[in-house]
C-alpha cells in the first residue's frame, strides 16, 4: 500500500523552466506513469507555453483548477521558494515537495507560521515535505523529485528518511535482498 501519492497522481511542477524543474521533470516523466501524472507547469512569465508536452500556468490556482492536480513539486531557487510553498497551500493542494536547499531559516518559519494559522482558521492542510527533500515515490506507479528510480522495486516495505542519499542507500539494500518498497519518502534535511 503506498502512501501520499500513486498511479492516478496528478502533479504541477512549480519552476518546470528552469534548468533543475526541466531536468527531473523529464526524469520523472520518463519513470512509470509519469507522462500521465505530470500535468502542469507553473512560470507566471511563461503561461500558454509548454514544455515536454506540459502546459505552463500563471499559477498554481490556475493550473490546479484547470488540471485536477493535487501535488506540486518544487524547484525555485531559494530566494522565491517560500513564496513557491505558500502559492501550493494557498491553493489548497494535498501536497507540497519542496526540492529545494538552503531556503532562509526566517522564510521558512514565515511559512510555517501561516500554514499553521491557515489550519486553525479552518482551512485546507496541505502537508509539506522538505525543504531540501529528495521527494517521494511510489516504485512502478510515479516519482515525484530526484530519487533515482531504477534502484526501488515494488513491495511493502515503507522508507521514510530525512537524508536523500541514505534514502537511496537503504532502497538499493532492501531491493537488492528481494524486499520490494510500497513508498520511498525523503522529509528533507532543512
Known amino acids: 500500500m503506498s502512501i501520499y501519492i500513486n498511479k492516478d497522481t496528478k502533479v504541477i511542477t512549480q519552476g518546470i523552466t528552469g534548468k533543475t524543474g526541466q531536468f527531473h521533470t523529464e526524469k520523472c516523466q520518463e519513470y512509470a506513469n ?9 512560470n507566471p512569465k511563461k503561461a500558454g507555453e509548454s514544455i515536454f508536452n506540459i502546459p505552463i500556468y500563471a499559477s498554481v490556482k490556475e493550473a490546479a483548477t484547470q488540471t485536477g492536480a493535487t501535488v506540486s513539486v518544487i524547484y525555485v531557487p531559494p ?23 538552503g531556503i532562509p531559516v526566517r522564510d521558512m518559519l514565515e511559512v510555517r507560521n501561516k500554514m499553521k494559522a491557515k489550519e486553525a482558521a479552518g482551512g485546507k492542510k496541505t502537508l509539506l515535505l522538505g525543504p531540501n527533500c529528495p521527494g517521494l515515490i511510489t516504485p512502478d506507479e510515479v516519482k515525484i523529485g530526484i530519487m533515482p528510480g531504477h534502484i526501488h522495486k515494488k513491495g511493502r516495505v515503507g522508507v ?28 528533507g534535511g532543512d
Open 160 to 187: 521514510v528518511s530525512r537524508s536523500g542519499t541514505l534514502t537511496y542507500e537503504a532502497v538499493a539494500q532492501l531491493t537488492e535482498l528481494g524486499i520490494g518498497q510500497s513508498s520511498a519518502v525523503g522529509i
Open 34 to 42: 509519469g507522462k500521465n501524472c505530470f500535468v502542469a507547469g507553473v
Open 79 to 101: 530566494a522565491g521558494a517560500a513564496d513557491a510553498i505558500w502559492e501550493a497551500v494557498e491553493a489548497d493542494l494535498d501536497l507540497a515537495i519542496c526540492i529545494t536547499e
